[in-house]
């Protein structure tokens, strides 16, 4: 069974700019998290997804947005980005809520210059 | 607010040692742990879920407790090889909802020497 993709894997881009970053989690899996992984800040929970809807938000501000397809895939968007925002940003599949152990991505680095 | 640490936060051990990794949390309410290894610039692995039901759970050569009354789970790695080389976190998911939030320990950075 296929793990946790992300694309891509790598970005670089520049203050000002947007960004859109994709996740297919496990085959069968309906639950999508994304987490911002710094040095400074450790791993911070962005978001969580299941069956297209929002279920839960971190304290992120709204340039920081996600949505989910029908299929389970999921992507999230950075608008303006900052220098800040620079991260490795991961995504985690589970089956469906809380009670499932959940599955990370390799995860996507974004370099904002 | 929950908040989780992870002592220590480096640790170094010759091949073949047993080791002991740390974890507490500050709100005892919590529904399940897990515990995660993380490669250099990789992503994180599952090694261990512990429903709150539970009190271990076992895993080859690891073993993970959970504690909640005093907030505290330990994760048992025993004869440690080379590759357990990593970054070791803890996270729990709070008691509330069915939202799957985790939220992650500051983490352990395990090297095992030859």
């Known amino acids: 069974k296929a793990g946790v993709t992300q694309t891509p894997r790598y970005l670089i881009k520049t203050r000002g700019q947007q960004v859109t970053l994709s996740c297919s989690p496990i085959?069968?899996?309906?639950?999508v998290s994304w987490y911002q992984q710094t040095p400074g800040q450790g791993l911070q929970f962005l978001f969580e997804?299941?069956?297209?809807?929002?279920?839960n938000k971190g304290n992120f501000p709204g340039r920081f947005s996600g949505r989910q397809f029908s299929n389970s895939r999921s992507e999230m968007n950075v608008s303006t980005l900052e220098l800040g925002d620079s991260a490795l940003y991961l995504c985690?599949?589970?089956?469906?809520?809380?009670?499932?152990?959940?599955?990370f991505g390799p995860g996507t680095r974004l370099t904002v210059l | 607010k929950q908040e989780v640490t992870q002592i220590p936060a480096a640790l170094s051990v010759p091949e073949g040692e047993n080791l002991v990794l740390n974890c507490s949390f500050t709100?005892?309410?919590?529904?399940?742990l897990q515990w995660f290894r993380q490669d250099p610039g990789k992503g994180l692995t599952s090694l261990l879920l512990?429903?709150?039901?539970?009190r271990e759970q076992t895993s080859g050569r690891l073993n993970a407790s959970l504690d909640k009354s005093s907030g505290r789970s330990t994760l048992y790695i025993a004869a440690s090889q080379p590759g357990d080389s990593a970054t070791y976190l803890c996270?729990?998911?709070?008691?509330?909802?069915?939202?799957?939030?985790?939220?992650f320990g500051t983490g352990t950075r395990l090297q095992v020497t030859l």
């Open positions: 996270a729990v998911i709070p008691n509330t909802g069915t939202a799957s939030k985790l939220t």
């Open positions: 085959s069968g899996h309906r639950s």
């Open positions: 985690a599949s589970s089956l469906i809520d809380r009670d499932n152990e959940q599955f």
């Open positions: 709100d005892s309410a919590i529904y399940n």
């Open positions: 997804y299941f069956s297209e809807t929002q279920r």
């Open positions: 512990i429903q709150s039901s539970q």
